[in-house]
């Protein structure tokens, strides 16, 4: 007769707990696991498929109880690790939205929504464009791999139960909101700078040509080298995408002591 103690039972529990809080965490909140359009249920057995190849090579506390107070410790500490991966990665996507939103705005078409599949919220058309465009190049250099690849590795440098990040490392997540905005610029700065010289020589149209209607004749114009900017600029969003991705990797690899 086989007989299984509590401890055992305890044991078992931790050793696939504590990896799948910290990988179902990453995932509802990383960039495309996390969208909306992907049902709880995959992610989910998704988490849970991954947590049962991982938890056999992993070491976790033997002497604490997943429903003691330390336990219930340990368990924040996953969550804030598999959330702060995903936040760091989810803000480079982020970033490139809000480069497409500048440029609606600097060429007339702020008021042009489209439902962003990843939230289910609305968000202008050239930052849905930039969206979908980094998702593609997401998966086609095999980012959802590389990103599940840098989270199972940091079982090894940061294993469950030794430690956490400390408040150096939650200062490096809460500067590397920055990026939000450096690369939103690093992007739609070009494009604006060049509808701004447009703007510009429509000012000089009205005062030299009070008659014409500007709003008739600029808003069509602006909108066209509006549109050739943005074909002229997808190369530079991929570039800054692969780049900024590449660096987030970096940084948590970093933070989990790779």
Known sequence: MITVTTGELEMWMAQYLWPFVRIGACIMVAPVFG????????????????????????????DVSPLSAEGIMITAQQVLIGVST???????????????????????????????????ASTPVVGQLYMMLVILTFLALNGHLRLLETLTAGFTTMPIGVRSFDE??????????????????????????????????????SRAAPS?????????????????????????????????????????RTLMGG
């Open 35 to 62: 969208a909306i359009f992907v049902p709880p249920r995959f992610k989910i057995a998704l988490s849970g498929a991954i947590a049962m190849l991982v938890a056999p090579l992993i070491s976790v506390p033997g």
């Open 168 to 205: 150096n490392a939650l200062w490096q997540i809460v500067g590397w909101g920055r990026q939000l905005f450096d690369g939103a610029l690093a992007v739609a700065l070009p494009g604006m700078t060049a509808l701004l010289v447009v703007n510009l020589g429509f000012g000089v149209m």
């Open 212 to 252: 014409l209607n500007m709003f008739a004749v600029g808003f069509p114009i602006t909108v066209v080298f509006g549109l050739v900017i943005v074909m002229l600029g997808l190369p530079a969003v991929q570039t800054s995408f692969t780049a900024l991705f590449d660096e987030s990797l970096r940084l948590v």
């Open 86 to 120: 995903g936040f760091i990665l989810q803000l480079i996507f982020d970033s490139l939205a809000m480069a497409g939103q500048l440029l609606s705005n600097s060429m007339g078409l702020s008021f042009a929504f489209n439902i962003d599949p990843q939230r289910g």
